[in-house]
């Protein structure tokens, strides 16, 4: 199976802050990674998939980049209702273990 | 707009069968285009995989669970459903159902969850 490790864990930033989370593929995954975000009680809600394709109606202050191990997610500028938990996960295989662990995002 | 609704018992005893229903409206499960997945995730932990289905029939089992796992769905109805075999307190989990979006040429490469339930806890106790 691929594991997929996200760093940081947890993270603290304040309102207007850049922000980036990184996702790490124990193998090559091209670029078939996804990132979700879920707020706490919530679902989790798809944000970007093929590494880099904004979902529909999220919004453009956040952006996907990588290929191949490394990928990361930015926030270019902090709203306060981004402050949730974020996953990335892979779909280059099956989805078993197929999810990072999770970055929490926090108010500083 | 595709809405999903999971509904089943919040309270499963060990050793029981937990079962869960997702409804899908706002859309056929019967699309082409889409697969459906159920996911569960335990309290204050990560995200795992049960399986996913196709409306014709195929369904994809988490090889952790699969002894236990039975997926079908109800096109008629628009429905699908998870029964999970002899739990135990390390079932107790919040269940998500989702419709799973794919790019690629097989079910299981280049695809992504885009749009869940609310998700429902299940807790394991008797």
């Known amino acids: 199976d691929i594991q997929m490790t996200q760093s940081p864990s947890s993270l603290s930033a304040s309102v207007g802050d850049r922000v980036t989370i990184t996702c790490r593929a124990s193998?090559?995954?091209?670029?078939?990674l996804n990132w979700y975000q879920q707020k706490p009680g919530k679902a989790p809600k798809l944000l970007i998939y093929?590494?880099?394709s904004l979902h529909s109606g999220v919004p453009s202050r956040f952006s996907g980049s990588g290929s191949g191990t490394d990928f990361t997610l930015t926030i270019s500028s902090l709203q306060p209702e981004d402050f949730a938990t974020y996953f990335c996960q892979q779909s280059y295989s099956t989805p078993q273990d197929s999810f990072g662990q999770g970055t929490k995002l926090e108010i500083k | 707009q595709l809405q999903l609704q999971e509904s089943g018992p919040g309270l499963v005893k060990p050793s029981e069968t937990l079962s869960l229903t997702c409804t899908v409206s706002g859309g056929s499960i019967s699309s082409s285009y889409y697969y459906w997945a159920w996911i569960r995730q335990p309290p204050g932990k990560g995200l795992e995989w049960i399986g996913s289905l196709y409306y014709s029939g195929n369904i994809h089992s988490n090889p952790s669970l699969k002894s236990r796992v039975t997926i079908s769905v109800d096109t008629s109805e628009d429905q699908f459903s998870l029964k999970l075999s002899s739990v135990t307190a390390a079932d107790t989990a919040v269940y998500y159902c989702a419709r799973v979006t794919t790019y690629g040429s097989s079910w299981y490469s280049r695809y992504y969850f885009d749009s869940w339930g609310q998700g429902t806890l299940v807790t394991v106790s008797s």
């Open positions: 093929a590494a880099s």
């Open positions: 193998q090559n995954i091209v670029n078939y």
